[in-house]
C-alpha cells in the first residue's frame, strides 16, 4: 500500500470530558477520506484506520498498521487528540523505521515549526489542504524507490511541506487550495467502517445518517475560530447540482436516510442554498437534513425553502447574551440578530441547536448567569454550554494572557475543559461549576421537557432522548467532581 491514512484513537468521554456513555457521537474523518479518493484517482494504493469508530487504542492500531506495512503512513488529528497521534507515530517508527510518516490537519497546520521540532516521529509535515501537495509528495516519494532518506534530502521544492534538514526546520509555504472543488471526488467512504458511525443524540432523527461538506473556507473573523487556518478564508462551496449527486450516492450506496452537513456556515450564500433545496425537492430525495448556520445569513423565505427540502435542525452560535462580551470575541452579530433568527426557525419549524460560550474574555459568573438566562429564555430546541477554548493560531490565543489564564495541555482542548479562566473568575473550579449550572438550568425545567415529550413521533426518538438524558447526567458528574 502506498500511504494508510490514519485518525488516531480518542474515545466520547475524552472528548467530552465527561462520562457520558456510550451515546454516540462518532463521525467520518472527511478530509482523510477526501484526500485517500483523490490520491486513489491519481493511481495511488490507499487505505484508512479510523482509529476512533473502531475504537482502537494506540496499541491495537500500531499493530494494524504493522500488519499492512504500507510505504506512508498520514495522520491527521485535532489539537485535542495530537498527542495520540504522537504516541502512535512513535511505535510506528519503532516497528516499522522505513515508513515515510506524515502529520497534516489543523493542529500541524498551526503550530508546523513547534510540531516537527519536538516530534521526531514524523518525517514531513503537510501544511494546509493536502490534496495537491500529498500526490506531489508521493511521486517525488515513488521516484526514490520509496527510500525515506533519498525523498527527504530531494523534497525542497515541495509546497505546503515541511521537514527537518539537520538541525533546521524548513517550513515552505503553504500552497494555493484548491479553486474548483466540484474537481474533487465524493470521500472514499467505501474505506471507512460506514456502519460504526452515529452522531450524538440531538444531531440526527433518522438513521443512517451520512456526514457530508460542500464548501471550503469561512469568510468570518471570531477570534476564537481555527476553521480558516486549513481552509482559508475564501469560501469555495460545491456546486448545488454536485452536492445533491453526492446525496444521491449515498442514498443509493448507503441507504442514508439523513444527511448531517458539518460545512462552517452552509446559508452563507443565499443563491447557493435555494438552488440547493430546489434540486432536493425536483428530484423527490426522501431525505432530512441538518447544518450550521450563522444567525446573520438567514431570513424567513431561506429558512422555509430549507424545511421544505427537508431541514429540521439548524446550529447556531448564539455564544452570549451580553452584546459586549460577543464583540470582546469578534463574533459580528447582535442580540437582535439572534433573537430574530431564533424566530424565524420556530415559525417555519426547524428546530435549533444553540452553541453558548462559557468564561468568555471579559466575563464574569454574573455576566455567565445573564447567558444562561438568555438560553432560557430564548428556549431553543437545545443548548450546549462550552468553557472558551482559545485555540492555538487564533487572536484569541494570542490574546488571552490578557483576558485571564490559560492551561497549554492540548489534550484538553477539545472544546469542554475549562483551560481558559478569564480574571473574572476566581478559578477553573467555579467555570466548572458554570458549566454544570448552565445546563442544569436550561434542561431541568418541567417546560422544557414537556416540550420535548409533546415532540415524540416515533420509538427512534425514544432512544435518542434516553441517550440525550445520559448525556445530559455525565456532564453534571464531571463537573461536581
Known amino acids: 500500500m502506498d500511504i494508510l491514512f490514519v485518525y488516531p484513537p480518542i474515545s466520547v468521554n475524552e472528548r467530552y470530558a465527561s462520562n ?18 483523490f490520491l486513489r484517482e491519481k493511481g495511488f494504493s490507499v487505505g484508512i484506520i479510523d482509529a476512533v469508530a473502531e475504537d482502537y487504542s494506540v496499541g491495537e492500531l500500531v499493530e494494524r498498521i504493522s500488519e499492512i506495512k504500507p510505504k506512508t503512513v498520514g495522520f491527521s488529528s485535532l489539537t485535542s487528540n495530537f498527542h495520540r497521534a504522537v504516541a ?37 509535515l503537510v501544511k494546509g489542504e493536502g490534496e495537491l501537495t500529498a500526490e506531489e509528495l508521493l511521486n517525488e516519494y515513488k521516484k526514490t524507490g520509496w527510500n525515506i532518506n533519498k525523498f527527504l534530502s530531494n523534497c525542497e ?167 459586549e462580551l460577543l464583540n470582546n470575541i469578534a463574533k459580528g452579530i447582535t442580540i437582535e440578530q439572534i433573537e430574530n433568527a431564533n424566530k424565524l426557525c420556530k415559525q417555519v419549524g426547524i428546530e435549533i441547536r444553540a452553541s453558548f460560550m462559557l468564561a468568555l474574555p471579559g466575563e464574569t459568573p454574573e455576566l455567565a448567569q445573564k447567558t444562561i438566562d438568555f438560553a432560557k429564555r430564548l428556549n431553543p430546541d437545545y443548548a450546549q454550554f462550552s468553557p472558551t477554548t482559545p485555540y492555538p493560531g487564533t487572536k ?29 473568575y476566581k478559578d477553573r473550579k467555579e467555570v466548572e461549576e458554570m458549566k454544570r449550572r448552565a445546563v442544569r438550568q436550561f434542561y431541568i425545567r418541567p417546560n422544557y421537557i414537556l416540550g420535548r415529550i409533546m415532540k415524540i413521533n416515533s420509538l427512534e426518538d425514544i432512544k435518542r432522548y434516553v441517550k440525550g438524558v445520559i448525556f445530559l447526567l455525565g456532564f453534571m458528574k464531571k463537573a461536581r467532581s
Open 20 to 37: 457520558v456513555g456510550n451515546v454516540g457521537g462518532n463521525l467520518s474523518p472527511l478530509g482523510i477520506a477526501l484526500l485517500a479518493a
Open 396 to 424: 484569541l490565543w494570542n490574546d488571552a494572557e490578557k483576558y485571564g489564564k490559560l492551561t497549554k495541555n492540548f489534550s484538553e482542548y477539545h472544546g469542554w475543559s475549562a483551560v481558559f479562566v478569564p480574571f473574572g
Open 157 to 323: 521544492g515541495i509546497k505546503g511541506l515541511c521537514f527537518r534538514k539537520g538541525k533546521e526546520i524548513i517550513l515552505n509555504n503553504i500552497r494555493e487550495p484548491v479553486s474548483d472543488v466540484d474537481e474533487l471526488p465524493f470521500p472514499a467512504r467505501d474505506l471507512l467502517p460506514m456502519d460504526k458511525y452515529i452522531p450524538l443524540p440531538n444531531q440526527y432523527k433518522r438513521k443512517p445518517v451520512v456526514n457530508m461538506i460542500v464548501t471550503r473556507g469561512c469568510a468570518f473573523s471570531c477570534s476564537f475560530c481555527s476553521a480558516s487556518a486549513v481552509f482559508g478564508r475564501i469560501i469555495r462551496m460545491r456546486s448545488p447540482e454536485k452536492s445533491v449527486s453526492e446525496i444521491k450516492h449515498v442514498v443509493e450506496k448507503y441507504g442514508a436516510k439523513e444527511i448531517s452537513f458539518w460545512d462552517d456556515t452552509m446559508t452563507v450564500n443565499k443563491k447557493w442554498m435555494h438552488r440547493f433545496c430546489e434540486l432536493i425537492i425536483e428530484n423527490k430525495l426522501d431525505i432530512t437534513w441538518s447544518c450550521y448556520s450563522r444567525v446573520n445569513t438567514v431570513d424567513y423565505e431561506l429558512l422555509k425553502h430549507m424545511k421544505d427540502a427537508g431541514c429540521w435542525n439548524v446550529f447556531f452560535g448564539y455564544e452570549s447574551g451580553t452584546q
Open 88 to 124: 502512535a507515530a512513535r511505535e510506528v517508527k519503532k516497528a516499522l523505521p522505513d515508513t515515510l510518516t506524515v502529520i497534516g490537519g489543523q493542529h500541524a497546520t498551526i503550530l508546523p515549526e513547534e510540531v516537527l521540532k519536538e516530534n521526531p516521529c514524523f518525517d514531513v
